[in-house]
């Protein structure tokens, strides 16, 4: 009688071997990844910083958004035979872009205000959401969230 249980452990064990080389393994990267809220200005006239507050089920953390100017990436001609490299430089776009870290971040509705240079308070609802960057084997990191400020610093989903 007491064979039994380790015999059923013995066959559990046995069983989660068999099935580790039944696919191709996938290398995730040991990457880490930040849960928060993006922030995209366009058209930053008159905006060099910015305070972001999010709230969701009564608790609110507020965080300073350091904010950078914002590039996009222009291919360079290829030149030489097609076996040769080719290369991509970071062009300024003349907007910002910033980012705050929000810990506990949930993947269900959040109320998010922006004040920028004048203190004006400029809000939005955002669903942050997970992501699978590295595909389905590395499994979902995040929840994050994007958000882009219009001319009059109206904020909308990105």
């Not at 972001?52 to 953390?61: D, K, P, S, T």
């Not at 904010?67 to 290829?78: E, G, K, Q, R």
């Amino acid at each position: 009688m007491r064979c039994i249980p380790w015999i059923a452990l013995a066959a559990a064990v046995t069983a989660g071997c068999a099935g580790a080389g039944a696919g191709p393994e996938v290398a995730c990267p040991a990457i880490g990844y930040v849960t928060g809220i993006s922030l995209k200005i366009p058209a930053p006239a008159g905006i060099s910083r910015a305070t972001l507050e999010a709230c969701w089920r009564g608790q609110c953390v507020t965080r300073d958004v350091v904010l950078t100017p914002d590039t996009t990436s222009v291919a360079s001609p290829c030149t030489g035979s097609p076996d040769s490299a080719c290369a991509a430089s970071a062009v300024p776009t003349g907007g910002l872009r910033g980012f705050a870290e929000v810990p506990g971040l949930p993947a269900e509705p959040v109320r998010v205000t922006v004040r920028f240079d004048d203190g004006k308070p400029h809000t939005a609802d955002v669903t942050p959401a997970y992501s699978e960057p590295h595909g389905s084997a590395c499994g979902k990191v995040g929840p994050q969230a994007q958000l882009v400020a219009g001319p009059d610093h109206e904020l909308r989903v990105g």
